[in-house]
Every structure is written in structure tokens, then in C-alpha cells.
């Protein structure tokens, strides 16, 4: 079956626009996760959605970095007025359960702020 | 809080050596681990798990135990191949927290 997809892969944007990036994540899978991978770092956790329940947003940077997920299924990965240190690979994942399963990641986006 | 510490990289090795990356962690509970590898320009993908003390993840080679009296989950290979190089990272996943915690990444170079 198809694995999660991130679109768009490569996004390059000038300082101060703003950005959306989208997650499909693996159909039926109620747990959605976004992170980012800044260049030779290890993953930070940004969002976290569960079902219904409200998101764990602990990990999103500053305000200008937003997420919602509509319908249970697909995710937006919002950054208003980008800066460069923006700059990384941004990560979604999707797992079926929160109970000891397996994250399976998308390919990532490739976010460069000019 | 849970944290995941890894063994530091870069670690360069000759083919067919013993590899073990450390990691140890911290958490409340009782969580599961996993090790994910990243090959060069490929996404993130699940190697092995273990989701209870004294349990073996085992794939491709690679062995990890869930010891939890030292709070640990080491990753080893008996004989490495230049097709293991890429980034492998430990995690875990607190059923209490819900998301998961990764640690920094280890990048792994195999020389022929």
C-alpha cells in the first residue's frame, strides 16, 4: 500500500513568506507526528496529533509555526514570515497506534530560506 | 522528562568489523525502543524494536536488548558491510507521553 507522502520535496522561499507544507499520511493510521532535520542534526519533535484529542504542540519552535489535521487524515505544516534558520528537512510521520508501534516516515521536505 | 543519549558519531569502520552504537535512556514507565537507520538520500525507516525488558529486535544483521536495569538498548552488527553506512537512530516511544524521543543520530561510514 502507499507509504506517507510530503509534498511539495523541495520548497525554496525568500525571508519573510510564508510557507505550507502537506502530509498524507498512511490511511488509517490516527497518529500523525511532524519533525525537523536540520543539516548533520538528529530529529526535533515539533507536533503531535492523536484521533480527535487535542495536538501536542510542545515542540513547535515559536508562533510562527502552526499544524492542523483535517479530517483525521491529512496535515499542514504552516510557517508565517520564514527566517533562515527555517532551513532544514521538515519530517512527517504517521503510526497506527500510540502503544509501542512503528513510526513510518514520509521522504521529508526540503525547506531553504533565502 | 524522556531523553534518548546516543553513542557520538562519526564511527568509520572496515568491512566485516563488529559494530555497537550505544544508547541509553530515560523515561517513566515502561517504553518501547526502537532503532531507525536513514540510508543516504532515502527517508527514515524502522530497523528493530523491543517493546518489553529482555527483548531482542533483531533485522538484517543488527541486535538490540531492552535491558532495563541499565536502561539501555545497544545496537550491534558481527559483520558490517559497506551497504550498512547511513545515520541510525535510537528512540523511544513512552505509552504515557504518546510521541516518541530520538536521539542526536549516529552516522555510520563502512570502508571496503
Not at chain 1, 2 to 25: F, H, I, M, Y
Not at chain 1, 59 to 65: E, V
Not at chain 2, 42 to 50: C, D, S, T, W
Not at chain 2, 85 to 101: E, H, M, P, Q, R
Request: aromatic share 10%.
Amino acid at each position: 500500500g502507499a507509504g506517507v507522502s510530503q509534498s511539495p520535496s523541495n520548497k525554496v522561499t525568500e525571508k519573510g513568506k510564508d510557507v505550507e507544507l502537506r502530509c498524507d499520511p498512511i490511511s488509517g493510521h490516527t497518529a500523525l507526528y511532524w519533525y525537523r532535520q536540520s543539516l548533520g542534526q538528529g530529529l526535533e519533535f515539533l507536533i503531535y496529533f492523536q484521533g480527535n484529542s487535542a495536538p501536542d504542540k510542545s515542540g513547535l519552535p515559536s508562533d510562527r509555526f502552526s499544524a492542523e489535521r483535517t479530517g483525521g487524515s491529512v496535515s499542514t505544516l504552516t510557517i508565517q514570515r520564514t527566517q533562515q534558520e527555517d532551513s532544514a528537512v521538515y519530517l512527517c510521520a504517521s503510526s497506527s497506534t500510540i502503544v509501542g508501534n512503528e513510526q513510518f516516515f514520509g521522504p521529508g521536505t526540503r525547506l531553504t530560506v533565502l | 522528562g524522556n531523553s534518548v543519549t546516543q553513542m557520538e558519531g562519526p564511527v568509520t569502520l572496515s568491512e566485516e568489523a563488529f559494530l555497537t552504537i550505544n544508547c541509553t535512556y530515560t523515561a517513566t514507565g515502561y517504553p518501547s525502543l526502537f532503532w531507525y537507520v536513514q540510508y543516504p538520500g532515502e527517508g527514515l525507516q524502522l530497523l528493530l524494536k523491543a517493546t518489553k525488558a529482555d527483548d531482542k529486535g533483531s533485522n538484517k544483521g543488527f541486535e538490540a536488548t531492552y535491558r532495563k536495569e541499565t536502561t539501555s538498548f545497544h545496537l550491534e552488527k558481527g559483520s558490517v558491510q559497506v551497504s550498512d553506512s547511513a545515520v541510525y537512530f535510537c528512540a523511544l516511544l513512552n505509552t504515557n507521553a504518546g510521541k516518541s524521543t530520538f536521539g542526536d543520530g549516529t552516522t555510520l561510514t563502512v570502508k571496503p
